[in-house]
């Protein structure tokens, strides 16, 4: 199909393109009518013959979902599980590891603001240390950095954020998975804001857990999320320290048996509905094509990039050899929250990304706060040149 055909097709696929110029699908993506549609005919059935009752009905949809997540990973279904949020996944992930006082969590400048504050919690609360790896002069983590801390340091884990929250950077996790591999280092990644805009290969990541979110550029709903857990973890017995009875069996009075799957990471009460337009997103972008949704959303946050550089005193922000759909900038002296509030008003979805989201990233940048947009392939050169505009005025306004 030719490409005007194929962008008609799901912006039409899309209601949210009659009312918006979303430009926020690293907040959470317009979803397609098949999510919705997915959810709300779920939502009906429970009302009509009851929670548990619909929840049988669909069980085979429900069991398909982890093949599908499977296919968007390059995993097997047994590697799957169905979380509320890539963070709860990244939590689930972390308490996997018995970390004792000085056991060391390596990780990256640019890793995503929770994740930061989890092993700083981690850190006061059971003495764990955290390092963080040099950056690339270009930006992004330096590889040979993680190989020369994990030679000096008793390192229990490795955690990086694949494209922080805060710009357009892409780390080169394959690359630190390698790295981990040869050392034997467990290693996590948080590729929440990759899935749905570049092709995911685990076994090329060489990781040991993989978390991610529904909502951003899968284009499902909110409050979902997909951990990836692989066969060596879960061999080793990993499972979350706060495992439920989905994720074992109480099988003696003083003992639990694991599920032998990556189930053992997902809660007993299972949001039905939004697991459902889980599928739906994956079986959506499976169509696109992850490939596809990355070459035009790329193109279109590069040709927001040009137009921001171009005007005078702006600042784009995004570091890094290779730099994604998300596209940060500031102009200093200017109050970036005015400026996302006035592209509102022109209904142009963006957000503000404030310093506090990175004390380093940030910080080195002199950055208070930054505007982020991000487009996603169902966005048009149309709707970027409208952002470029608004931008424009309301910079002139100021
Ligand atoms: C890099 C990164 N990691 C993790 C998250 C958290 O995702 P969730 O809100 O689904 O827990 C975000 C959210 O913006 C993110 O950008």
Known sequence: MAQDARLARWRADTPGCEHVNHLNNAGAALMPRPVVDAMTAHLALEARIGGYEAADAVRGQVDETYGLFARLLGAEPRNIALVANATTGFIQALSSFDFAPGDTILTSRCDYTSNQIQYLALAKRQGVRILHADDLPEGGIDPDSVHRLLRANRVRLVSVSWIPTNSGLVQDVAAVGRVCREAGTPFLIDACQALGQIEIDVAALHCDYLSATGRKFLRGPRGTGVLYASDQALARGDHPLFVDMRGAVWSSPDAYELAPTAKRYE????????????????????????????????????????????????????????????????????????????????????????????????????????????????????????????????????
């Open 267 to 398: 809660d007993w009460e299972f949001p039905y509905a939004l697991v459902l337009g889980m599928a739906a997103a994956a079986r959506y972008a499976l169509t696109v094509g992850v490939g596809t949704a990355r070459e035009l959303a790329w193109a279109l946050a590069a040709r927001a990039r040009d137009g921001l550089a171009a005007m005078p005193g702006v600042r784009v922000l995004d570091r890094g050899c290779t730099r994604c759909a998300l596209v940060t900038f500031d102009r200093p002296g200017r109050d970036a929250e005015r400026v996302v509030a006035a592209l509102s008003a022109r209904k142009i979805n963006t957000v503000a990304s404030l310093k506090w989201y990175n004390q380093y990233d940030f910080v080195e940048k002199q950055v208070d706060a930054a505007v982020r947009m991000s487009p996603h392939y169902y966005n048009t050169e149309g709707e970027v040149d409208a952002f470029l505009e608004a931008v424009r005025e309301a910079l002139a306004g100021a």
